[in-house]
């Protein structure tokens, strides 16, 4: 007979201690890299002050695991509202580094089951920080995943829903593997001709860092190339946050030369024309972050030429699934076909105040329909 599942906080646990259990857990279940110990570790090593731990039991065994990050908010300068982000603080300059596939860790026989008894334990009986949670975000979740993470009589808010794209890599191998005869026509005039214009220069040559000190020299030149890219658009770019480089760099000494995280440097007659570090976990390739080397003709496209070598790559060497994760830009919608969609989920116990929000929020949403919009 199965043992019901039993919730129990953390606070003092040290990484030392969590990264086995972690670790275990994640050879019992089929996570993305997001919620692996290379990610979550990474990110705790970079915090100041270590959060608390979720642990869920059955039959004598973790059966899941989260980081529920405490904090408070002050609504009309009177009233605190105490709730907990699973696996991000809420700080732009820590969440910058863009978990996705967010959720909780979980044994396979309990998926499905234990993700609702989790969430209705933290918004429970739970106390994070000595106070009861009256919220819970979860950003970055699959939005196929709302239903499981919903426990009954909770209030659910939305606040955005993003789009992804992919590549099916078993699919292509089974269609003969040419990539770019599956793209739509002027996207693959695009790329070719492009390739055609670099090997002007001598040949298109995609390498991959092979060891820790190659990852970092590759790092540091993507990162130049991404935040001139970023800045000449006015925005701060990745790498302005010390955050954000603390995290690649620890990811890369922690995972490259296991196969976790791959840096890929392509040149045209040996000049780099661009850099994409790609998360790689169980056949899944994800890519993370990026940075190409723009040029005055804008028939060179170094990104979706960089990405073309790149996937018809993982496609020969047997990589089941090319993300490009979550966001609606057109090279990525180009590139791939549509993925799963993420979706931010703001999960809150019904009190006076987040009824209230609630309520509003339902009335703001109506108000800004146009009249031809459907109805949710």
Same mark, same amino acid.
């Given at each position: ?49 270590p ?24 609504? *009309?300068? !009177?009233?605190?509202?105490? &709730?907990?982000? =699973?696996? @991000?603080?809420? %700080?732009?300059?820590?969440?910058? #580094? ?12 309990w ?18 920080a ?39 890599? *078993?699919? !292509?191998?089974?269609?003969? &593997?040419?990539? =770019?005869? @599956?793209?739509h %026509?002027?996207?693959?005039?695009q #790329?070719?001709?492009?390739m ?14 092979a ?12 990162a ?11 925005e ?26 791959e ?9 780099p ?16 972050v ?19 070598l ?23 919608a ?43």
């Open positions: 007979m199965t043992e019901p599942l039993r919730f129990h906080i953390r606070a003092d646990l040290p990484q030392a201690a969590l990264a086995p259990l972690w670790r275990d857990l994640e050879s019992r279940t089929d996570p993305t890299f997001f919620l692996t110990w290379a990610w979550i570790g990474a990110w705790l090593a970079e915090l100041d002050t959060p608390p731990v979720l642990i869920g039991e059955a039959d004598g065994a973790i059966v899941l695991l989260a980081i529920p990050f405490p904090y408070h908010r002050i609504e *009309a300068g !009177l009233i605190r509202v105490h &709730g907990a982000r =699973l696996h @991000t603080t809420g %700080a732009r300059d820590q969440d910058v #580094i863009a978990i996705e596939y967010n959720g909780f860790l979980v044994d396979r026989a998926i499905g089951r234990a993700e609702r008894a989790a969430v209705a334990y933290l918004l429970g009986p739970a106390r994070l000595g106070r009861r949670c009256d919220e819970l975000h979860i950003v970055a979740a699959r939005e196929a995943d709302r239903e499981k993470l919903m426990p009954p009589g909770m209030l659910l808010q939305i606040p955005s829903v993003k789009p992804s794209w992919r590549v099916d890599l *078993a699919a !292509l191998r089974v269609s003969g &593997g040419d990539y =770019l005869g @599956t793209l %026509a002027n996207t693959r005039q #790329i070719r001709r492009a055609r214009l670099y090997e002007h220069a001598g040949p298109l040559v995609a390498k991959r860092a060891d820790a000190a190659t990852g970092r020299a590759y790092l540091d030149a993507l130049e190339l991404h935040q001139r890219q970023w800045t000449a658009r006015g701060p770019g990745g790498f302005a946050f010390p955050f954000f480089v603390r995290f690649q760099r620890r990811l890369v000494e922690t995972c490259l030369e296991a196969g976790g995280v840096l890929l440097r392509v040149t045209a007659g040996g000049q024309i661009g850099y994409l570090m790609n998360l790689v976990h169980r056949g899944h390739v994800m890519a993370f990026s940075g190409f080397r723009f040029e005055d003709d804008p028939k060179l496209k170094p990104g979706l030429v960089c990405h073309a790149a996937i018809a790559r993982h496609a020969a060497e047997g990589a089941r699934c090319y993300d490009f994760l979550a966001g609606a830009t057109r090279y990525k180009n590139l791939g076909r549509p993925g799963p969609e993420f979706a931010y989920l703001l999960i809150q116990r019904p009190t006076f105040m987040t009824r209230a929000e609630w309520a509003a929020r339902r009335v703001w949403t109506a108000l800004r329909r146009t009249p031809g919009d459907a109805p949710d």
